[in-house]
C-alpha cells in the first residue's frame, strides 16, 4: 500500500512538473530562460531519478521489479540452462532404465 502511494505521488509530481514547464514556457518575464532550463532538466532529470532509485531498491532486496533489468516475468537465463541441463539428465536416466528393462 504504501509503495502504491509513493508510486501515485511521484506520478503526480511529474505531471505537476510538466504543466508548471509548460505554463512557464506560455509566459513572459524576466529571468525566464534560466527558470525555463531548470525547469526543462527537472523534465528530463527526476523521471530518471526516480528509475533509478526503484531500480536500486531491487538490486539491493533481490525482488524484481518494473526497473530490474530482467522483466518480472522474464527467466533468467542461467535458471533456464540449469532447468535444461536437469532435463536432459532426468531423460537420459529415464532411457537407461528402458534399456535395461528390455
Known amino acids: 500500500m504504501v509503495k502504491r502511494i509513493l508510486a501515485i505521488i511521484g506520478i503526480v509530481f511529474i505531471v505537476a512538473w510538466v ?3 509548460f505554463v512557464l514556457a506560455l509566459l513572459q518575464f524576466p529571468g525566464k530562460s534560466v527558470i525555463f532550463t531548470f525547469m526543462m532538466i527537472g523534465c528530463i ?9 526503484l531500480w536500486m ?6 525482488k524484481k521489479n518494473i526497473a530490474s533489468m ?11 540452462a540449469a ?17 535395461t528393462d528390455m
Open 45 to 53: 532529470f527526476f523521471p530518471i531519478m526516480l528509475w533509478l532509485l
Open 57 to 62: 531498491i531491487s538490486f539491493v532486496t533481490g
Open 83 to 99: 532447468a535444461q541441463n536437469n532435463n536432459i539428465e532426468n531423460t537420459s536416466d529415464t532411457e537407461k532404465q528402458n534399456t
Open 19 to 21: 504543466i508548471a514547464t
Open 70 to 80: 530482467n522483466a518480472p516475468n522474464e527467466v533468467d537465463p542461467l535458471e533456464l
